[in-house]
């Protein structure tokens, strides 16, 4: 069975099973996110989706009955991806139902539960239904959504204490889910800097990247 669990230190989330749970999940996410292109204005959020479908790769590859490292995600990180499946959702609704869809769906909607159950064991009540109701299934992101903010919200965290952390969780899970003020900033400094710069929207980095999270999480 697939579990999530926090690491010591809250940066980040392990993602563990054994190597055929490792790539079922993998198997079912790519073929919700979809292949590049396919959904031009989610492209940027397929990518990152795709990053963490690649790591599954990576852990079921392995061959291990079960993997004791797992797959680390940073938490803004995994907390956007459990709401950007929601839309991949959405558009698979759309399309051409392809045998099997449904029991695809049925796991990946397994997996976010997965990610719900996670949380339940280690924050705080209150902090815990705040962060289950940011990550809803009724929650989307924009079509076009800025990842950029993302790499924002992952820096941000790091530098942030275990116990801030904790505390942090469902703010940032806010954050992602609303897309409020502090994103609309993020965002219209992007367009500004790409219309200055005469980039592509994609390329624009405000910020530096973040560490790899097996280094940091």
């Known amino acids: 069975m697939i579990q999530v669990k926090s690491t010591p230190n809250h940066a980040g ?30 492209e940027s959020v397929r990518v990152r989706a ?40 959405k558009q698979l609704y759309k399309k051409n139902k392809e045998p099997g869809w449904e029991l695809t769906l049925a796991k990946v909607r397994k997996f976010q539960e997965s990610i719900i159950d996670g ?26 959504y800025m990842t950029q903010f993302l790499d924002g919200l992952n820096a941000e965290f790091l530098e942030m204490n275990a116990d801030q952390r904790l505390a942090g969780i469902p703010v940032m899970a806010r954050r992602i889910a609303l897309q409020s003020e502090d ?18 929207v994609e390329e624009i980095r405000l910020r530096e990247e973040v560490p790899n999270p097996y280094q940091v999480v």
């Open 183 to 200: 994103y609309r900033k993020t965002k219209n400094s992007i367009l500004e800097a790409a219309k200055l710069y005469k980039y592509p």
């Open 13 to 42: 989330a392990i993602v563990s099973g054994d190597a055929q749970e490792l790539e079922t999940l993998r198997e079912a996410l790519e073929r919700v996110i979809g292949e590049e292109g396919e959904h031009p204005a989610s």
């Open 119 to 144: 949380l339940r064991r280690f924050l705080p009540d209150t902090a815990y239904q705040q962060t289950a109701s940011s990550l809803g299934a009724h929650v989307f992101l924009e079509a076009g």
């Open 50 to 89: 795709a990053a963490f479908v690649s790591a599954l790769g990576h852990a079921s590859a392995s061959g291990d009955s079960e993997s004791k490292e797992g797959v680390k995600v940073l938490w803004p990180e995994f907390l956007f991806l459990s709401v950007s499946l929601n839309g991949f959702i």
